[in-house]
Structures are given as structure tokens and as C-alpha cells.
């Protein structure tokens, strides 16, 4: 179910060839695809949502960063309906599913994004910036009025693993008190216990947390799956404070507007980093 449309929708992830990107496909509309990439970035507000002639994918952030996070850089995603499945309102679901179905290693190098300079966005007290780096990581910092969350930071190398370990799971999050504004809105018609964090005035209705710091996790989980819209993998550093979808998104458009700020490259296949979830099979046995 779609969390914020409640559309029931059937998602099918097939294999593509190299250097398809990943490209979504709607059954339910003669196969039409829309590209998972900047320019078809429609709106952006509690979720990510892309549209090309008038044909609507929302809610690709969780999705996205499975993919980022599992290595995945070429695939068809096929569904039937507007909206992605929410799940379990983490990435995990789709992480396993990948896993399963097993990953191809596809001959062509993969191409690299590389920042060479700085860029930053900064809007009222929010901010989002990317930094030069030999690899991809992210700090994330969110201050959130509640006593289990206040202000929360998280960094983290997204090689090694580390997403699967540390992100994947990572949940989405709503309070109750701004769930009735919400619902007259028609933005949480998908919304369940089941598959997000339910904040209370002072904890939550639905323990336990998976990690102390889920809600901050998730906010890395989301910024991934939007930075794949980049439609390259990056390296680069980026540091968020209380940035959402819409700054997550600016950032990219603004990166791939202005050339001068990165270059494309293939890593040497000997220092190429495996796939991430081969990596981490190694120490994660499914
Ligand atoms: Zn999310």
C-alpha cells in the first residue's frame, strides 16, 4: 500500500542492461517508463515524487536508496499503481527482496560522480552541502521537539556495508498530534502502525525502536534515496541539518546544472569497492 495515496500496488524489480539507470515503469498505463533521474523531479514535499507527461511515480526515496545501499545500478522497476509500497516504512523490505533474487556483477565500469568543489544551500536555519571525497558518506543532523528525539546526528561511510547495517531499517515517522491535519489533507491515507514510527506527546505508541536514533537514520535513509536522482554514484560528503525532500532535491538539480563543480570517472577496477551487499554478505549470512 501506497502510505500516502493507500493505493494497493503489486511492484516488480527486473534485471536491465548496463547503463540503464533506473528506470520506473507503470503496468497499469501501457508499460509507460519515467526515468529515476532529476529532470522528471515533480513535487516534493512529504515524500519525492517524479512525473513525466503527466504520469505519476511517488514515493521513490525508500526505494532508491535500497538500491543505492545494495549496489543496484541497473533496474526496471514495474508497478501498478501511482505510489510505491510503504512496507514497513523502511527499506529493509526491499533490501531482502534484492538480496534474493540475487545481484549481477555487469561488465561495464560504473561511473562515478566526483565532487571537486564545495556546494552548499542554506535556507532560513536549514542546510545541505556536499564536500570532495574519495568515497560517499553522510552526516545528518535533525532537531525534532520530542523527548526521544531533540537533536540527533548521524555519519556514516555508506561502504563497507554500512548501509545494510546501519540504514536499511531504519523506519519513517509521524506523530499523532499532526495525524488528523494530515488525513483531512489526504497525505496519509497509507498510514498504519505497521508501517511507521507513531510519536505520542512524549513517546511512542508502537515500541520498540530498532535503533535509539531511528528517526535521524531515517532521515539518512531518505537523503540517499534522493541523491540518487543524481542518476550516478557519488563521491562526495554531504552534510545535512534539518534539510527534507525539497532541499535533498534542490541539491541535485543544482549539482547537475553547474558542470564545473564535478567530474564523471570510473574507479579502478582494482580499488573499485565491491557491491555493497556482496560486501556485506561476507559478514551478514541471509
Ligand atoms: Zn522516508
Same mark, same amino acid.
Given at each position: 500500500m501506497g502510505l500516502h495515496s493507500g493505493a494497493e500496488v503489486t511492484l516488480r524489480i527486473l534485471p536491465a542492461h548496463a547503463g540503464t539507470g533506473i528506470v520506473f515503469r507503470r503496468s497499469d498505463l501501457d508499460g509507460f517508463e519515467v526515468e529515476a533521474i532529476s529532470r522528471n523531479v515533480a513535487r516534493v514535499s512529504y515524500a519525492t515524487s517524479l512525473m513525466k507527461k503527466g504520469v505519476l511515480i511517488s514515493t521513490t526515496e525508500h526505494l532508491l536508496s535500497a538500491f543505492i545501499g545494495c549496489g543496484i545500478d541497473n533496474a526496471i522497476v514495474e508497478l501498478d499503481n501511482l505510489e510505491l509500497p510503504i512496507l514497513d516504512g523502511s527499506a529493509r523490505p526491499f533490501v531482502e527482496a534484492i538480496r534474493r533474487a540475487? #545481484? +549481477? %556483477? %555487469? !561488465? +561495464?565500469? +560504473?561511473?562515478?560522480? !566526483?565532487?571537486r568543489r564545495e556546494l552548499g544551500l542554506r535556507e532560513g536555519d536549514k542546510s545541505i552541502a556536499i564536500y570532495p571525497a574519495d568515497s560517499y558518506s553522510v552526516s545528518y543532523t535533525i532537531n525534532f521537539p520530542h523527548p526521544l528525539i531533540g537533536k540527533e546526528t548521524f555519519c556514516v561511510d555508506l561502504s563497507d556495508g554500512n548501509y545494510l547495517r546501519q540504514i536499511a531499517a531504519a523506519r519513517t515517522f509521524g506523530s499523532r498530534q499532526d495525524e488528523k491535519t494530515m488525513r483531512n489533507m489526504g497525505l496519509i491515507r497509507g498510514a498504519s502502525r505497521e508501517n511507521c514510527i507513531v510519536l505520542t506527546k512524549d513517546g511512542i505508541e508502537n515500541p520498540p525502536l530498532r535503533f535509539s536514533d531511528e528517526f535521524v537514520r531515517h532521515k539518512v535513509l531518505d537523503l540517499i534515496g534522493d541523491l540518487a536522482l543524481l542518476g550516478k554514484r557519488i563521491l562526495g560528503n554531504v552534510v545535512a541539518d534539518r534539510a527534507g525532500h525539497a532541499m535533498h532535491t534542490a541539491l541535485?538539480? +543544482? #549539482?547537475? !546544472?553547474?558542470?564545473t563543480l564535478w567530474e564523471e570517472t570510473?574507479?579502478?577496477e582494482e580499488n573499485e569497492p565491491a557491491p555493497l551487499a556482496m560486501r556485506a554478505a561476507a559478514h551478514q549470512p541471509v
Amino acid at each position: 500500500m501506497g502510505l500516502h495515496s493507500g493505493a494497493e500496488v503489486t511492484l516488480r524489480i527486473l534485471p536491465a542492461h548496463a547503463g540503464t539507470g533506473i528506470v520506473f515503469r507503470r503496468s497499469d498505463l501501457d508499460g509507460f517508463e519515467v526515468e529515476a533521474i532529476s529532470r522528471n523531479v515533480a513535487r516534493v514535499s512529504y515524500a519525492t515524487s517524479l512525473m513525466k507527461k503527466g504520469v505519476l511515480i511517488s514515493t521513490t526515496e525508500h526505494l532508491l536508496s535500497a538500491f543505492i545501499g545494495c549496489g543496484i545500478d541497473n533496474a526496471i522497476v514495474e508497478l501498478d499503481n501511482l505510489e510505491l509500497p510503504i512496507l514497513d516504512g523502511s527499506a529493509r523490505p526491499f533490501v531482502e527482496a534484492i538480496r534474493r533474487a540475487g #545481484i +549481477r %556483477q %555487469q !561488465r +561495464r565500469p +560504473r561511473t562515478y560522480l !566526483r565532487m571537486r568543489r564545495e556546494l552548499g544551500l542554506r535556507e532560513g536555519d536549514k542546510s545541505i552541502a556536499i564536500y570532495p571525497a574519495d568515497s560517499y558518506s553522510v552526516s545528518y543532523t535533525i532537531n525534532f521537539p520530542h523527548p526521544l528525539i531533540g537533536k540527533e546526528t548521524f555519519c556514516v561511510d555508506l561502504s563497507d556495508g554500512n548501509y545494510l547495517r546501519q540504514i536499511a531499517a531504519a523506519r519513517t515517522f509521524g506523530s499523532r498530534q499532526d495525524e488528523k491535519t494530515m488525513r483531512n489533507m489526504g497525505l496519509i491515507r497509507g498510514a498504519s502502525r505497521e508501517n511507521c514510527i507513531v510519536l505520542t506527546k512524549d513517546g511512542i505508541e508502537n515500541p520498540p525502536l530498532r535503533f535509539s536514533d531511528e528517526f535521524v537514520r531515517h532521515k539518512v535513509l531518505d537523503l540517499i534515496g534522493d541523491l540518487a536522482l543524481l542518476g550516478k554514484r557519488i563521491l562526495g560528503n554531504v552534510v545535512a541539518d534539518r534539510a527534507g525532500h525539497a532541499m535533498h532535491t534542490a541539491l541535485v538539480s +543544482r #549539482i547537475l !546544472r553547474d558542470h564545473t563543480l564535478w567530474e564523471e570517472t570510473t574507479v579502478d577496477e582494482e580499488n573499485e569497492p565491491a557491491p555493497l551487499a556482496m560486501r556485506a554478505a561476507a559478514h551478514q549470512p541471509v
